[in-house]
C-alpha cells in the first residue's frame, strides 16, 4: 500500500519543475533527450538479451542508455483496418555519473501516424538511485521510412520523475 501511495503522490509531482519530498522519497523530474548511437545482436554482447540499442541522453538525468530485449516485439491490427503497431518489452539501463537507473520498457509504435512511445517504470538502481522508484516516458513523432527500417535515432525526448529513499 505504501508504494501505491508514494506512485500516486508521484503522479501529482509529476508536472512540478523542482524537487519534491514525498514520505521517505525525495523526488526530482526527469527531461532529457535521448539520441540512439548503436545497435549490437546476441547474448554475448548485450547481456544475455537478443538485442540491444545503445545511446546518449543529454540535460537530467546526463548519461548512457542501454535498451535491452529478447525479441518481444509483436506487429498487431487490433481494429482489423490494416493500421498496424507493433508493441514491444524490454528493460533498459540508464547509466549516469551517479549511478544506474534500471528501468521496465513498454513501447508502442503506430505504423499509420508514426508516433512512438515508450513508458517506463523504475524498478532498481545503483548508487545515487538505490531503491529508487518513479515513471519516465520517451515519446517523438518519427519521421516516415518506407521501405526502410524504423529509424530511433532521435531526437527522443524524456521526462518523468525518478525518486529515491
Known amino acids: 500500500m505504501k508504494h501505491f501511495l508514494i506512485l500516486l503522490a508521484m503522479l501529482l509531482v509529476f508536472p512540478m519543475a523542482n524537487a519534491a519530498k514525498i514520505g ?18 546476441g547474448p554475448e554482447n548485450c547481456d544475455g538479451f537478443d538485442y540491444c540499442v545503445l545511446g546518449s541522453l543529454t540535460g537530467t538525468p546526463n548519461g548512457e542508455i542501454t535498451y535491452f530485449s529478447n525479441w518481444a516485439d509483436e506487429v498487431l491490427d487490433p481494429f482489423g483496418t490494416g493500421d498496424n ?32 512511445t515508450e513508458l517506463l517504470t523504475v524498478k532498481a538502481g545503483t548508487g545515487k538511485y538505490e531503491n529508487a ?18 529509424s530511433f535515432f532521435g531526437p527522443i525526448s524524456l521526462f518523468g520523475v525518478v525518486c529515491t529513499p
Open 133 to 150: 522508484i518513479g515513471r519516465m516516458v520517451y515519446h517523438t513523432k518519427l519521421p516516415p521510412s518506407p521501405g526502410k527500417p524504423i
Open 24 to 41: 521517505d522519497y525525495q523526488c526530482n523530474p526527469v527531461n532529457a533527450v535521448a539520441y540512439v548511437t548503436g545497435y549490437l545482436e
Open 85 to 116: 503497431m507493433v508493441l514491444g518489452v524490454g528493460e533498459e539501463r540508464i547509466s549516469t555519473r551517479h549511478g544506474d537507473i534500471y528501468t521496465l520498457s513498454h513501447t508502442t509504435y503506430d505504423l499509420d501516424t508514426d508516433v512512438y
